[in-house]
Protein backbone atom coordinates (compact mmCIF):
# COMPACT_ATOMS: atom_id res chain seq x y z
CA UNK A 1 0.00 0.00 0.00
CA UNK A 2 1.20 3.58 -0.74
CA UNK A 3 0.32 6.82 1.12
CA UNK A 4 -0.94 9.31 -1.87
CA UNK A 5 -2.33 12.89 -0.67
CA UNK A 6 -5.56 13.76 -1.57
CA UNK A 7 -5.67 16.58 -4.47
CA UNK A 8 -8.98 17.78 -5.09
CA UNK A 9 -12.77 15.99 -3.59
CA UNK A 10 -16.65 16.77 -5.13
CA UNK A 11 -19.62 16.01 -3.92
CA UNK A 12 -22.72 15.20 -5.99
CA UNK A 13 -25.04 14.82 -3.70
CA UNK A 14 -25.43 13.57 0.21
CA UNK A 15 -24.27 10.39 -0.45
CA UNK A 16 -22.49 10.36 -3.40
CA UNK A 17 -18.44 12.37 -3.98
CA UNK A 18 -15.19 11.65 -6.19
CA UNK A 19 -11.97 12.36 -5.08
CA UNK A 20 -8.32 12.52 -6.68
CA UNK A 21 -5.13 11.40 -5.49
CA UNK A 22 -1.51 11.44 -6.68
CA UNK A 23 0.04 8.80 -8.51
CA UNK A 24 3.20 7.75 -6.78
CA UNK A 25 5.72 6.02 -9.15
CA UNK A 26 5.00 3.22 -6.72
CA UNK A 27 1.58 2.63 -8.64
CA UNK A 28 2.05 0.19 -11.62
CA UNK A 29 0.91 0.88 -14.83
CA UNK A 30 -3.22 -0.30 -14.76
CA UNK A 31 -5.45 -1.59 -18.10
CA UNK A 32 -8.84 0.47 -18.25
CA UNK A 33 -11.39 -0.91 -15.84
CA UNK A 34 -9.60 -2.50 -13.43
CA UNK A 35 -9.48 -1.60 -9.59
CA UNK A 36 -7.49 -1.12 -6.32
CA UNK A 37 -7.72 -1.15 -2.85
CA UNK A 38 -7.85 1.68 -0.50
CA UNK A 39 -7.83 2.54 3.46
CA UNK A 40 -7.25 5.64 5.65
CA UNK A 41 -3.99 4.71 6.54
CA UNK A 42 -4.70 4.25 10.51
CA UNK A 43 -5.99 0.82 10.51
CA UNK A 44 -6.18 -2.73 8.62
CA UNK A 45 -10.18 -1.47 7.01
CA UNK A 46 -9.43 -2.19 3.14
CA UNK A 47 -12.02 -1.75 0.19
CA UNK A 48 -11.89 -2.01 -3.59
CA UNK A 49 -12.51 0.47 -5.22
CA UNK A 50 -12.22 0.96 -9.33
CA UNK A 51 -10.04 3.27 -10.88
CA UNK A 52 -11.65 6.38 -12.69
CA UNK A 53 -9.30 7.96 -14.07
CA UNK A 54 -7.20 6.86 -17.89
CA UNK A 55 -4.35 4.69 -17.88
CA UNK A 56 -2.20 7.66 -18.75
CA UNK A 57 -3.25 10.29 -16.03
CA UNK A 58 -0.71 11.73 -13.72
CA UNK A 59 -3.18 10.97 -10.79
CA UNK A 60 -5.44 8.79 -9.69
CA UNK A 61 -9.32 9.44 -9.73
CA UNK A 62 -12.43 7.40 -7.79
CA UNK A 63 -15.49 7.52 -7.49
CA UNK A 64 -17.99 6.61 -4.65
CA UNK A 65 -20.92 5.78 -2.20
CA UNK A 66 -21.81 6.95 1.39
CA UNK A 67 -22.87 4.18 3.10
CA UNK A 68 -24.64 4.83 6.17
CA UNK A 69 -22.66 3.55 9.10
CA UNK A 70 -20.34 2.29 6.46
CA UNK A 71 -16.53 1.74 8.35
CA UNK A 72 -14.66 2.95 5.58
CA UNK A 73 -16.81 5.59 3.70
CA UNK A 74 -17.96 7.40 6.65
CA UNK A 75 -14.23 8.70 7.02
CA UNK A 76 -13.80 9.29 3.18
CA UNK A 77 -16.68 11.10 2.55
CA UNK A 78 -14.85 14.02 5.04
CA UNK A 79 -11.65 13.34 3.28
CA UNK A 80 -9.79 16.90 1.94
CA UNK A 81 -6.75 18.02 -0.31
CA UNK A 82 -3.84 17.34 1.44
CA UNK A 83 -4.61 14.46 3.26
CA UNK A 84 -3.14 11.40 2.41
CA UNK A 85 -5.10 8.22 2.04
CA UNK A 86 -3.63 4.26 1.55
CA UNK A 87 -4.15 3.00 -2.09
CA UNK A 88 -2.93 -0.07 -3.68
CA UNK A 89 0.20 -0.20 -6.26
CA UNK A 90 -1.14 -3.40 -7.79
CA UNK A 91 -4.49 -2.84 -9.48
CA UNK A 92 -6.33 -5.60 -10.83
CA UNK A 93 -9.53 -6.76 -12.27
CA UNK A 94 -11.50 -8.74 -14.83
CA UNK A 95 -13.61 -5.46 -17.00
CA UNK A 96 -10.93 -5.13 -18.96
CA UNK A 97 -11.54 -4.64 -23.15
CA UNK A 98 -8.66 -7.30 -23.45
CA UNK A 99 -11.01 -9.83 -22.17
CA UNK A 100 -13.23 -9.26 -24.89
CA UNK A 101 -13.09 -10.27 -28.87
CA UNK A 102 -13.13 -7.50 -31.27
CA UNK A 103 -16.59 -5.99 -32.59
CA UNK A 104 -18.06 -3.13 -34.37
CA UNK A 105 -19.87 -1.77 -31.15
CA UNK A 106 -18.84 -1.86 -26.92
CA UNK A 107 -21.62 -0.93 -24.88
CA UNK A 108 -20.99 -0.22 -21.48
CA UNK A 109 -23.64 -0.37 -18.68
CA UNK A 110 -23.48 0.71 -15.41
CA UNK A 111 -25.66 1.80 -12.67
CA UNK A 112 -24.51 4.49 -9.65
CA UNK A 113 -21.07 3.94 -8.97
CA UNK A 114 -20.58 0.98 -11.64
CA UNK A 115 -19.85 4.19 -13.70
CA UNK A 116 -15.92 4.35 -12.50
CA UNK A 117 -14.17 1.93 -14.60
CA UNK A 118 -15.87 2.65 -17.81
CA UNK A 119 -14.79 6.53 -16.81
CA UNK A 120 -11.65 4.65 -17.59
CA UNK A 121 -12.17 3.24 -20.32
CA UNK A 122 -13.80 5.86 -22.64
CA UNK A 123 -10.74 8.42 -21.64
CA UNK A 124 -8.52 5.45 -22.55
CA UNK A 125 -7.10 5.50 -26.53
CA UNK A 126 -6.83 1.57 -26.71
CA UNK A 127 -10.85 1.27 -26.48
CA UNK A 128 -11.23 3.35 -29.95
CA UNK A 129 -8.62 1.16 -31.39
CA UNK A 130 -10.62 -1.97 -30.79
CA UNK A 131 -14.27 -0.48 -31.33
CA UNK A 132 -15.45 2.06 -34.00
CA UNK A 133 -18.81 2.97 -31.91
CA UNK A 134 -18.78 2.92 -28.03
CA UNK A 135 -21.87 3.48 -26.22
CA UNK A 136 -22.18 4.45 -22.31
CA UNK A 137 -25.44 4.34 -20.50
CA UNK A 138 -25.80 4.95 -16.67
CA UNK A 139 -28.44 4.80 -14.91
CA UNK A 140 -29.16 6.95 -11.13
CA UNK A 141 -32.01 7.30 -8.87
CA UNK A 142 -32.26 11.36 -9.40
CA UNK A 143 -30.21 13.64 -11.74
CA UNK A 144 -27.85 14.51 -9.18
CA UNK A 145 -26.17 11.63 -9.40
CA UNK A 146 -25.51 11.67 -13.00
CA UNK A 147 -21.66 12.48 -12.24
CA UNK A 148 -19.88 13.66 -15.11
CA UNK A 149 -22.31 13.91 -17.33
CA UNK A 150 -20.68 17.16 -18.89
CA UNK A 151 -17.75 15.22 -19.53
CA UNK A 152 -19.14 11.95 -21.06
CA UNK A 153 -21.35 14.56 -23.41
CA UNK A 154 -18.15 15.96 -24.66
CA UNK A 155 -16.18 12.91 -25.82
CA UNK A 156 -16.12 10.95 -28.56
CA UNK A 157 -18.66 7.97 -27.39
CA UNK A 158 -23.07 7.89 -27.01
CA UNK A 159 -23.88 9.29 -23.65
CA UNK A 160 -27.31 7.35 -22.81
CA UNK A 161 -28.18 8.54 -19.51
CA UNK A 162 -31.51 7.03 -17.63
CA UNK A 163 -33.13 8.35 -14.36
CA UNK A 164 -35.35 6.06 -12.49
CA UNK A 165 -37.24 8.31 -9.39
CA UNK A 166 -37.21 12.30 -11.19
CA UNK A 167 -39.01 13.46 -14.38
CA UNK A 168 -35.89 12.94 -17.45
CA UNK A 169 -36.01 12.88 -20.91
CA UNK A 170 -35.06 9.15 -20.43
CA UNK A 171 -36.51 7.69 -17.41
CA UNK A 172 -36.32 4.19 -16.26
CA UNK A 173 -34.02 1.18 -15.84
CA UNK A 174 -32.01 0.71 -18.94
CA UNK A 175 -32.65 -2.65 -18.60
CA UNK A 176 -36.45 -2.04 -19.19
CA UNK A 177 -35.66 0.12 -21.89
CA UNK A 178 -33.36 -2.61 -23.53
CA UNK A 179 -36.23 -5.43 -23.69
CA UNK A 180 -38.65 -2.77 -24.37
CA UNK A 181 -36.50 -1.94 -27.47
CA UNK A 182 -36.56 2.04 -26.84
CA UNK A 183 -33.03 2.26 -26.37
CA UNK A 184 -31.94 0.83 -30.08
CA UNK A 185 -34.33 3.18 -31.08
CA UNK A 186 -33.39 6.11 -29.48
CA UNK A 187 -29.92 5.24 -30.11
CA UNK A 188 -30.21 4.47 -33.97
CA UNK A 189 -28.55 0.79 -33.40
CA UNK A 190 -30.13 -2.35 -33.94
CA UNK A 191 -30.41 -4.94 -31.09
CA UNK A 192 -27.48 -6.82 -29.59
CA UNK A 193 -25.77 -9.78 -31.38
CA UNK A 194 -22.57 -11.82 -31.04
CA UNK A 195 -21.42 -10.70 -34.33
CA UNK A 196 -21.77 -6.90 -33.72
CA UNK A 197 -22.28 -6.11 -29.90
CA UNK A 198 -19.54 -6.62 -27.13
CA UNK A 199 -20.99 -5.46 -23.60
CA UNK A 200 -19.49 -4.44 -20.65
CA UNK A 201 -21.27 -4.37 -17.59
CA UNK A 202 -20.89 -3.25 -13.73
CA UNK A 203 -23.61 -2.09 -10.93
CA UNK A 204 -26.08 -3.69 -8.35
CA UNK A 205 -25.81 -7.44 -8.47
CA UNK A 206 -29.59 -7.58 -9.33
CA UNK A 207 -28.62 -5.62 -12.67
CA UNK A 208 -25.47 -8.03 -13.29
CA UNK A 209 -27.10 -10.70 -13.19
CA UNK A 210 -30.10 -9.75 -14.68
CA UNK A 211 -27.88 -8.52 -17.97
CA UNK A 212 -25.92 -11.98 -17.61
CA UNK A 213 -28.85 -13.70 -17.55
CA UNK A 214 -30.11 -11.76 -21.48
CA UNK A 215 -26.83 -11.89 -22.80
CA UNK A 216 -26.72 -15.69 -22.03
CA UNK A 217 -29.86 -16.35 -23.67
CA UNK A 218 -28.53 -14.71 -26.67
CA UNK A 219 -25.30 -17.12 -27.06
CA UNK A 220 -22.93 -14.28 -25.77
CA UNK A 221 -19.67 -15.81 -24.12
CA UNK A 222 -18.32 -14.58 -21.18
CA UNK A 223 -14.81 -13.21 -21.19
CA UNK A 224 -12.41 -13.75 -18.93
CA UNK A 225 -8.14 -13.29 -18.52
CA UNK A 226 -7.72 -16.95 -20.22
CA UNK A 227 -9.95 -16.52 -23.20
CA UNK A 228 -11.93 -12.99 -24.52
CA UNK A 229 -15.66 -13.42 -25.33
CA UNK A 230 -18.50 -11.36 -26.35
CA UNK A 231 -19.20 -9.64 -22.83
CA UNK A 232 -17.34 -9.34 -19.40
CA UNK A 233 -18.43 -8.04 -15.64
CA UNK A 234 -16.17 -7.32 -12.57
CA UNK A 235 -15.89 -10.89 -11.31
CA UNK A 236 -14.63 -9.86 -7.57
CA UNK A 237 -17.62 -7.17 -7.26
CA UNK A 238 -20.46 -9.36 -8.67
CA UNK A 239 -21.57 -11.06 -5.37
CA UNK A 240 -21.48 -8.22 -3.50
CA UNK A 241 -24.42 -6.88 -1.52
CA UNK A 242 -24.26 -2.62 -2.99
CA UNK A 243 -24.65 -0.73 -6.63
CA UNK A 244 -20.17 -0.13 -5.71
CA UNK A 245 -17.48 -2.05 -4.72
CA UNK A 246 -16.97 0.19 -1.32
CA UNK A 247 -18.56 0.74 1.95
Given at each position: ??????????????????????????????????????????????????????????????????????????????????????VGGRPTGTLVIKNL???????????????????????????????????????????????????????????????????????????????????????????????????????????????????????????????????????????????????
Amino acid sequence: MNLETVLETTHYSDFLFSFKTTRSSDVRSFLAGQFTMIGMGDDDLLRAYSIASPPDADYLEFLSIIVQDGPLTRRLKNIKPGQQIEVGGRPTGTLVIKNLLAAKRLWCLATGTGLAPFLSIVRDPATFEKFDEVILTHTVRTTDELAYANLLSDLPITYYPTVTRQPFKTEGRITDRLTSGIAYTDLGVPPWSAESDRVMVCGSIKFNQELRDTLESMAFKHGTNREPGHFVQERAFVSQRTTAPND
